[in-house]
């Protein structure tokens, strides 16, 4: 099932600036959200985006989407957000999603040692799919959800979650409740933030490349004019 309520849908990295409904300029990121079925990503997406939640959530059944406006640091931001379904058979409909992505969310729930463990095989399928070139510079972030549950039942702590993040390219790691809300928020807000952060890093050689063309041109002037003057 594919919903849609926005009216734009983002072209990949570098070309995210239009104008939100409020006509604010606005950067357009599309945040995909990745786990095994059931660690609850359609609960977090709803949660943030409707702040509803939902007991008898059914499995999502290929990919939705929904947008949400907010404001970080200033900047206003225009997430579209797309939550995919988890269960292995539904493999070939989530995964032509992945391409143009901004961000992504590698989520498991602290009560599933199993769905921790497949952190690594998520990350690497969105990788394949997405066609990212290296990892290290995606901004990927971690999200623990449930962490609500008594603590009898939790078979994943934030220790454990933390060293996995700690070889896996350091990404953020948030633990989550979309059941009472918890983090909620706050997780969509570090994976802009980890965003910003690389896009600002990957902007920064291009400021410091900044070509002088008065100076250049002198000097490739010489060189042009003794190579001219080689072959006279
Ligand atoms: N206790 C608790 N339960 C949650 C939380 N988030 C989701 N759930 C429950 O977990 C179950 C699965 O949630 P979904 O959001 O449908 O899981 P999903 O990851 O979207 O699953 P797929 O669509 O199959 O990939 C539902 O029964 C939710 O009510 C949470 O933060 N705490
Ligand atoms: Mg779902």
């Known amino acids: 099932?594919?919903?849609n309520n926005s009216t734009s849908v983002s072209t990949g990295r570098g070309n995210n600036s239009f104008q939100n409904r409020n006509s604010q300029r606005s950067t357009l990121?599309?945040?995909v959200i990745l786990g095994d079925g059931g660690v609850g990503k359609s609960c977090l997406m709803n949660r943030f985006v409707s702040n509803h939640f939902d007991e008898h959530s059914f499995h999502t059944i290929g990919v939705e989407f929904l947008n949400k406006d907010i404001e970080i640091n200033g900047e206003?931001?225009?997430?579209?957000?797309?939550d995919t379904a988890g269960q292995?058979?539904?493999k070939t409909l989530r995964t032509p999603f992945y391409r143009g992505s901004d961000i992504c969310l590698l989520t498991y729930a602290v009560d599933d040692k199993t769905s921790f463990r497949n952190l690594a095989l998520w990350r690497s399928e969105f990788l394949k799919y997405a066609d990212v070139q290296e990892g290290s510079t995606f901004p990927f972030i971690v999200v623990g959800n449930k962490v609500d549950v008594p603590e009898s039942e939790k078979q994943v702590y934030m220790e454990e979650a933390q060293a996995w993040c700690?070889?896996?390219g350091n990404p953020p790691l948030v633990e989550?409740?979309?059941?009472d809300a918890t983090n909620v928020e706050a997780a969509f807000g570090a994976a802009v933030d980890a965003w910003a952060r690389l896009e600002a890093r990957l902007e920064r050689p291009l400021v410091e490349d900044t070509v002088d063309l008065s100076k250049q041109q002198s000097q490739h002037?010489?060189?042009c004019c003794m190579s001219?003057?080689?072959?006279?």
């Open 88 to 90: 292995e058979r539904f």
């Open 176 to 179: 989550t409740s979309a059941k």
């Open 29 to 31: 990121l599309k945040v």
């Open 1 to 3: 099932m594919l919903a």
């Open 228 to 232: 001219i003057s080689g072959t006279e």
């Open 166 to 168: 700690s070889e896996n």
């Open 76 to 82: 206003a931001y225009t997430l579209q957000i797309w």
């Open 221 to 223: 002037r010489t060189s």
